[in-house]
C-alpha cells in the first residue's frame, strides 16, 4: 500500500513540475488572469498601478499561438499609484487585453481611470495588463464620475463614492500588497524530490 501511495504521489508531483516548467515556457501569464474582488477596497490593495489616461489607439488585433489579443496605447494624464515609480503623466503606456465578456477593450478617446499590473509573459515586452480585468477598468467623464465597464461594479455596496475625487482617500486607505507567488521555487522542488526520494527508500527497506 505504501509503494502504491508513494508512486501516486511521485507521479503527482512529476506533473506538478512539467506543468510549471510549461508555464514558464510558454505561458501567456496574465493574459488568462482569473482574479475576482467581492470590494473596490481589495482590488485597491491588489494594483501596483492606478492611472487615469486617454485612450489614444483604437485596439490593434494580433495573434499569438491561435489566440487573438489586441494592443492599445493609453496617454497617461495622472498616476494616482506606481510602487516602482516608473510612469508619469505624458506618458504612452501599452494595454494589452483580450476581447471577452470578462475583459471588454478600451475605445479611442475615451477617458479611463485603470488598475494596472505590468504584463509579464511571451506576448511583447513593457506592456500592462488591467487588475481584476472588467473590475478595474472605469470609463471617467467630464464631471469626474466613474462609471464600470461591467456588470460588477465594485463600488456599489462599498460604501465608497464612485467618483474621482475620492480615488487618493481609496488608495491611501488601501496601500498595495504584493501577491505571494504559490508557484514552488526550484530550492522548493529539489527538497521536495529528495523528501520524497527518502520516503521512498524507507518504504523499501520496511517491506523487505
Avoid at 503606456?93 to 478617446?109: A, C, F, H, S, Y
Avoid at 485603470?114 to 509573459?121: F, I, M, P, R, S
Wanted: glycine letters at 6%; hydrophobic letters at 35%; a negative charge.
Amino acid at each position: 500500500m505504501k509503494k502504491w501511495m508513494i508512486g501516486m504521489l511521485s507521479v503527482v508531483v512529476a506533473g506538478y513540475i512539467m506543468f510549471s516548467e510549461m508555464l514558464k515556457e510558454e505561458n501567456t501569464s496574465d493574459l488568462a488572469v482569473t482574479e475576482s474582488f467581492r470590494h473596490i477596497d481589495d482590488l485597491a490593495t491588489r494594483s501596483p498601478i492606478v492611472i487615469v489616461g486617454k485612450v489614444s489607439s483604437a485596439p490593434k488585433p494580433f495573434t499569438y499561438q491561435s489566440v487573438t489579443l489586441f494592443e492599445s496605447h493609453i496617454q497617461v494624464q495622472r498616476v494616482y499609484r506606481d510602487v516602482n515609480g516608473q510612469l508619469k503623466s505624458d506618458d504612452t503606456i501599452t494595454l494589452v487585453q483580450n476581447d471577452m465578456e470578462e475583459d471588454p477593450l478600451v475605445k479611442r478617446g475615451e477617458n479611463v481611470l485603470l488598475y494596472l499590473q505590468k504584463y509579464e509573459g511571451p506576448v511583447m515586452e513593457d506592456a500592462y495588463r488591467i487588475v481584476g480585468l472588467q473590475q478595474g477598468h472605469f470609463k471617467v467623464n467630464r464631471m469626474g464620475t466613474l462609471t464600470s465597464v461591467g456588470k460588477s461594479n465594485l463600488y456599489q455596496g462599498s460604501g465608497r463614492s464612485a467618483d474621482l475625487s475620492k480615488l487618493e482617500t481609496l488608495l491611501k486607505d488601501n496601500p498595495y500588497v504584493a501577491e505571494k507567488n504559490d508557484v514552488m521555487t526550484d530550492e522548493e522542488i529539489e527538497a521536495f524530490n529528495e523528501n520524497e526520494e527518502r520516503l521512498f527508500e524507507e518504504s523499501q527497506q520496511h517491506d523487505e
